[in-house]
């Protein structure tokens, strides 16, 4: 079992900016330093998608609509992922969920996973004009 908790998220105003933050709370089977994490984004009345995922070793991958706005990070022991959400605009609210699969990444601009997902447990990010 793993178990993701998130905290961070909040308001801000166009061009502000947010830091997401997920510990792994429970890792039964030590995968956090084997998986990759990312973050997902979920709109009102929208489906769920991939924004930034990281490896193993660090690497960064983004959807087109988190490059250069958006910074995804984990600390040398794995345990805590971040997200730094920079010049944010109105259509970035919504939920943001952390997330960890055996395959996740981020291409041309889309980013891809396996199931299952393990979520934390979301954060609600609002931005106003």
């Known amino acids: 079992d793993v178990v993701l908790v998130q905290s961070g998220g909040g308001s801000a105003q166009a061009g502000g900016s947010l830091l997401l933050s997920c510990v792994v709370t429970?890792?039964?089977?030590?995968?956090?330093?084997?998986?990759?994490m990312g973050w997902f984004y979920e709109a009102p009345g929208k489906e769920r998608e991939g924004v930034a995922a990281?490896?193993?070793?660090?690497?960064?991958s983004y959807s087109s609509v988190a490059a250069g706005r958006f910074t995804i990070s984990k600390d040398t022991a794995g345990n805590t992922l971040r997200l730094q959400l920079d010049n944010l605009k109105p259509d970035d609210t919504g939920m943001y969920f952390c997330a960890m699969a055996a395959t996740l990444f981020c291409r041309n601009g889309r980013c891809y996973n396996s199931r299952p997902v393990d979520w934390g447990q979301g954060t609600q990010v609002t931005v106003s004009p």
């Open positions: 990281i490896d193993r070793d660090g690497r960064a």
């Open positions: 429970k890792d039964t089977y030590g995968v956090h330093n084997i998986y990759p």
